[in-house]
Structures are given as structure tokens and as C-alpha cells.
């Protein structure tokens, strides 16, 4: 393919890639496809990655059509012609779409197999040095620990989120942040799930110090975990400070309720430190107006403090929903 050609080949390329970012993907599917035909089995290096974008621009416009099937089809066919025989320029290409296979795996509901593409992802890339790639390890790694919780699998998860943090904790890349703080609110969700309420502790005070002024859905899920924890050990003026935290941050939340079943979280702790005290602590939050409809079924459902113990037993119960759908 002579230079001519090949500026008309990724030319189409980034006119795709422009159409797929701006929502328009069937049109930028089309043009992903009359490079494909173009190129056809072309042995040119630079073909070969014009091929490689191709594929993977045409996969991410297939993911935003829901359309689960022909993407996955995009990301083995790339990995088919290139995992083990392309040039190293287009490494990140093909790492990406073996992320993106994991991802997509997934949602199609295929677990197990969803949780080999992690594995295999992390252990391939663990070590790459270009920082685009170790964002994508890091979210997997991630993810690998969700699904395997979402599989009731659950040591194995809290083993992938340590491994993260110890990994991942203290770095200086700003971009790892978010994902470190995720996992830190996973692994005290699981601990306290496994009845580790000291370490879920641990865990959720660390997440706060690190989200900082940032992060308000982050910070709201620490101190949800911290609130819980410490009525569970009837550390009840530890708990009450957290749950005084929580509301303070729920103005700042999009998409309320910001954890599921927190309506029902906040009954619990109404059963442990008494219907009047957490209808004073919200009525005195910026979230007395959201939580007003709340106030009513409190009033009406949790009468005195005889269900203290079932509220204990609910709380710990209700982390595993809570939790279970944080991440990816």
C-alpha cells in the first residue's frame, strides 16, 4: 500500500473514531468497515495497525449499541491476528481489547469465563510500562475482584483488592486514585461482610483519607461502611459521627440513593440507636428535604428499640447488596 493510500486509511480511522465520540456509531462502524475491506489481508505494518484501530473503534461503537455479540467479535478478531504475532506498535491496541473482551464478556453474563480474561489480562500486563496499559491493569484487577464477589467467591476478592492496594496505594499517579479509593470501599464492604468489622475499619478510614474534598460518592460509601461498623459494635458515638457524616454528603450525590437499599440501612441504624436520635440527625443535615418522604416510614415503621438486635443482624445483611454492584 503506497503513503497515498495509507494517509486515506487513517484518515478513515480518525474520522471514525470522531463520529464513534460523538455518538454517531453506526456511521463510524461504516467507515471502520470500508477500512477493513480496503485493507483486506494486506502484510504492511502500518496496515496491520490501521486494521487494529479499525476493529477496536468498531468494537467501542458496537459496546455503545448494546450490541454485545458483534462487539466480543471485534476484540477476537483483533487478538486473533495480532495477541501473539503483531508489531509491538500496536501492543496497547491489543491489550485493550483483551480488556475489553473481559468487560463485554461479562455483561453477556459469562462469569467464569469473564474472570479468566481479568486473570489473564493482569498476569500478561502486570509489568507494561506504557501508563495507558497499567490504567487498564489496575481496572481490571478491579473488576476481577468484583465478579468474584458478585460469584460469592469472596476471599478470593478481598485477595485481588489487598493485592491492589498494597500495589497501588501509594502511587503518585493521580489516575489510579479513583480505582485505588473503589477498592479500598469494596474490600471493608467484603470485610464486614466475613465478620472483619476492625479491618472493614481500617479499610473505610483509609478510603476517606484518600478521597480527601474529592470524591463525594466515594467518601459517602466510606462513611456508610464506617457508620455500620462501629453500631454493629455498638460503638454507637463512633457510628452516629459517621451516619452525621453520610447525610452531610447526600445533597452532593447524583442519582440518589447513591448505595442500594439505603432507605433500608437507615431504618436498620434507626432500630440500633433509636428512631427519635436518627430523625434528629437528619432533620439537623442538608438532607432533611431529600430524605423527607424517609422521615414519614420511620415514623410509622420503627416505634421503639425492642429490634435492636434484628436492626444489628439487617445492617450487616444489607452490605452485601449494598457493595456488591460498586465497581466496574
Same mark, same amino acid.
Given at each position: 500500500?503506497?503513503?497515498? =493510500?495509507?494517509?486515506?486509511?487513517?484518515?478513515?480511522?480518525?474520522?471514525?473514531?470522531?463520529?464513534?465520540?460523538?455518538?454517531?456509531?453506526?456511521?463510524?462502524?461504516?467507515?471502520?468497515?470500508?477500512?477493513?475491506?480496503?485493507?483486506?489481508?494486506?502484510?504492511?505494518?502500518?496496515?496491520?495497525?490501521?486494521?487494529?484501530?479499525?476493529?477496536?473503534?468498531?468494537?467501542?461503537?458496537?459496546?455503545?449499541? =448494546?450490541?454485545?455479540?458483534?462487539?466480543?467479535?471485534?476484540?477476537?478478531? *483483533?487478538?486473533?491476528?495480532?495477541?501473539?504475532?503483531?508489531?509491538?506498535?500496536?501492543?496497547?491496541?491489543?491489550?485493550?481489547?483483551?480488556?475489553?473482551?473481559?468487560?463485554?464478556?461479562?455483561?453477556? !453474563?459469562?462469569? =467464569?469465563?469473564?474472570?479468566?480474561?481479568?486473570? %489473564?489480562?493482569?498476569?500478561?500486563?502486570?509489568?507494561?510500562?506504557?501508563?495507558?496499559?497499567?490504567?487498564?491493569?489496575?481496572?481490571?484487577?478491579?473488576?476481577?475482584?468484583?465478579?468474584?464477589?458478585?460469584?460469592?467467591?469472596?476471599?478470593?476478592?478481598?485477595?485481588?483488592?489487598?493485592? *491492589?492496594?498494597?500495589?497501588? !496505594?501509594?502511587?503518585?499517579?493521580?489516575?489510579?486514585?479513583?480505582?485505588?479509593?473503589?477498592?479500598?470501599?469494596?474490600?471493608?464492604?467484603?470485610?464486614?461482610?466475613?465478620?472483619?468489622?476492625?479491618?472493614?475499619? %481500617?479499610?473505610?478510614?483509609?478510603?476517606?483519607?484518600?478521597?480527601?474534598?474529592?470524591?463525594?460518592?466515594?467518601?459517602?460509601?466510606?462513611?456508610?461502611?464506617?457508620?455500620?461498623?462501629?453500631?454493629?459494635?455498638?460503638?454507637?458515638?463512633?457510628?452516629?459521627?459517621?451516619?452525621?457524616?453520610?447525610?452531610?454528603?447526600?445533597?452532593?450525590?447524583?442519582?440518589?440513593?447513591?448505595?442500594?437499599?439505603?432507605?433500608?440501612?437507615?431504618?436498620?441504624? %434507626?432500630?440500633?440507636?433509636?428512631? /427519635?436520635?436518627?430523625?434528629?440527625?437528619?432533620?439537623?443535615?442538608?438532607?432533611?428535604?431529600?430524605?423527607?418522604?424517609?422521615?414519614?416510614?420511620?415514623?410509622?415503621?420503627?416505634?421503639?428499640?425492642?429490634?435492636?438486635?434484628?436492626?444489628?443482624?439487617?445492617?450487616?445483611?444489607?452490605?452485601?447488596? /449494598?457493595?456488591?454492584?460498586?465497581?466496574?
Amino acid at each position: 500500500m503506497d503513503d497515498q =493510500e495509507l494517509e486515506w486509511v487513517f484518515g478513515q480511522i480518525f474520522d471514525a473514531e470522531d463520529l464513534c465520540e460523538v455518538g454517531a456509531y453506526e456511521d463510524a462502524i461504516a467507515l471502520c468497515d470500508e477500512v477493513l475491506e480496503t485493507c483486506g489481508e494486506c502484510d504492511d505494518e502500518d496496515v496491520h495497525e490501521a486494521i487494529a484501530h479499525a476493529l477496536l473503534c468498531r468494537g467501542r461503537s458496537f459496546a455503545a449499541l =448494546e450490541r454485545f455479540e458483534d462487539e466480543l467479535w471485534c476484540y477476537s478478531e *483483533l487478538l486473533k491476528r495480532f495477541e501473539s504475532d503483531g508489531p509491538a506498535i500496536i501492543d496497547p491496541l491489543v491489550a485493550e481489547a483483551q480488556f475489553n473482551a473481559a468487560v463485554v464478556t461479562g455483561q453477556m !453474563g459469562y462469569t =467464569e469465563e469473564s474472570i479468566g480474561k481479568y486473570a %489473564a489480562f493482569v498476569d500478561r500486563y502486570k509489568w507494561h510500562e506504557e501508563p495507558q496499559v497499567q490504567d487498564q491493569v489496575i481496572r481490571a484487577q478491579f473488576n476481577w475482584a468484583v465478579t468474584l464477589a458478585h460469584s460469592d467467591r469472596r476471599k478470593e476478592a478481598l485477595s485481588q483488592l489487598n493485592k *491492589l492496594v498494597v500495589r497501588y !496505594g501509594d502511587s503518585s499517579e493521580p489516575q489510579y486514585d479513583i480505582t485505588v479509593i473503589r477498592a479500598l470501599i469494596s474490600k471493608a464492604g467484603l470485610e464486614l461482610c466475613m465478620g472483619q468489622t476492625k479491618t472493614a475499619i %481500617a479499610s473505610a478510614t483509609l478510603g476517606v483519607e484518600k478521597c480527601e474534598a474529592s470524591y463525594s460518592a466515594e467518601r459517602f460509601h466510606c462513611h456508610l461502611v464506617l457508620a455500620t461498623a462501629y453500631l454493629i459494635s455498638q460503638e454507637i458515638e463512633s457510628g452516629e459521627k459517621h451516619v452525621a457524616s453520610l447525610l452531610d454528603l447526600l445533597p452532593e450525590i447524583e442519582d440518589f440513593p447513591p448505595a442500594a437499599n439505603f432507605h433500608f440501612s437507615l431504618r436498620d441504624m %434507626a432500630m440500633i440507636i433509636g428512631r /427519635d436520635r436518627i430523625l434528629e440527625l437528619i432533620q439537623r443535615s442538608p438532607s432533611a428535604a431529600i430524605l423527607a418522604p424517609l422521615v414519614d416510614t420511620l415514623k410509622q415503621k420503627v416505634r421503639n428499640d425492642s429490634e435492636r438486635l434484628k436492626g444489628i443482624k439487617d445492617m450487616a445483611e444489607d452490605l452485601e447488596t /449494598d457493595f456488591a454492584s460498586f465497581g466496574g
